[in-house]
């Protein structure tokens, strides 16, 4: 045994041997006079960094960073200058305190503009929010029915999906069924048919009735868009609020006679009419 353990600290031909109990391990070492085990694996762990690229950014090159020869200036008003040097177009920039932009990268040359950077990057976020703000989003409402739902009930159902069409949105009508329903699928197929001909005057089958596991699925879109829907609620909401504050206008009292008026000055007193024939009478002497 101990000349076993002693054979296994050998090393033969870059061979190294190790054993106890008659298990033999070869390690192939990669020349000779090597230590003959194998290389460790770098991890990305402490101290390692693996080399990644860096952030591309989206936002044009302005002023120094513009590295090209010699670019195609646009003056601040969209004149055409002409092909000058980058030297040239800085030194332009900096006498009008302007920034020079890059905006078409891909030209040859490129394309650069005199422009104040700040102020255009306030005006197109502006005009990002208000695109964004004006952007009507489609929502798909949901309506669940059954093959075997009460007429009144129908109705209901009806005119929930003809206010969503008038709003602009889709609507996904499921019929589910359930225990023996399942084996009679042309009950709420002959119900969504019933229902697609009721509001065809509002949207239209844009999905037909298709059998998914338990229920079956159909989807319904509005004729016209949403923003469509969203600007005449807003004139017919302005219409009524304009009506309502004509009706409060004629339905306010009169002010009543000796009591004072919006302005301050007290309402006229009503005259009889033999005095008011005597002022009349009495106005036309002095005029003659």
Do not use: C
């Amino acid at each position: 045994m101990a000349a076993l353990r002693g054979w296994s600290r050998t090393r033969k031909g870059g061979l190294r041997v190790r054993g106890m109990r008659g298990l033999l391990r070869v390690v192939a070492s990669s020349r000779r006079g090597t230590t003959g085990r194998s290389p460790v694996p770098v991890r990305a762990g402490a101290g390692y960094r693996r080399s990644q690229g860096g952030h591309i950014s989206v936002e044009p090159r302005i002023n120094e960073r513009i590295r090209v020869p010699e670019v195609r200036l646009v003056g601040p008003a969209g004149e055409q200058v002409g092909i000058v040097s980058i030297n040239d177009a800085l030194r332009l920039a900096q006498e009008a305190d302007l920034d020079l932009v890059e905006v078409a990268p891909t030209a040859r040359p490129p394309v650069a503009k005199l422009m104040d950077y700040g102020k255009f990057k306030y005006e197109s976020a502006l005009k990002a929010r208000e695109s964004r703000k004006n952007q009507a989003q489609t929502v798909i409402k949901e309506i669940k029915l059954r093959p075997k739902i009460d007429p009144h009930d129908y109705g209901t159902k009806k005119s929930h999906v003809e206010r969503f069409l008038r709003q602009g949105d889709k609507v996904k009508v499921t019929i589910m069924f359930r225990g023996r329903e399942q084996s009679r699928p042309e009950l709420g197929f002959r119900l969504l048919q019933r229902l697609a001909g009721d509001v065809e005057e509002l949207g239209f089958v844009e999905s037909q009735p298709k059998q998914d596991g338990r229920n079956m699925i159909m989807v319904i879109g509005p004729h016209r868009r949403k923003s469509e829907a969203r600007a005449e609620r807003a004139t017919r909401d302005a219409h009524h609020e304009r009506g309502s504050s004509r009706s409060r206008t004629a339905s306010a009292p009169a002010p009543e006679a000796g009591e004072a008026s919006a302005d301050g000055r007290a309402a006229p007193r009503p005259q009889p009419a033999a005095a008011a024939q005597a002022a009349a009478g009495r106005a036309a002497d002095s005029e003659g």
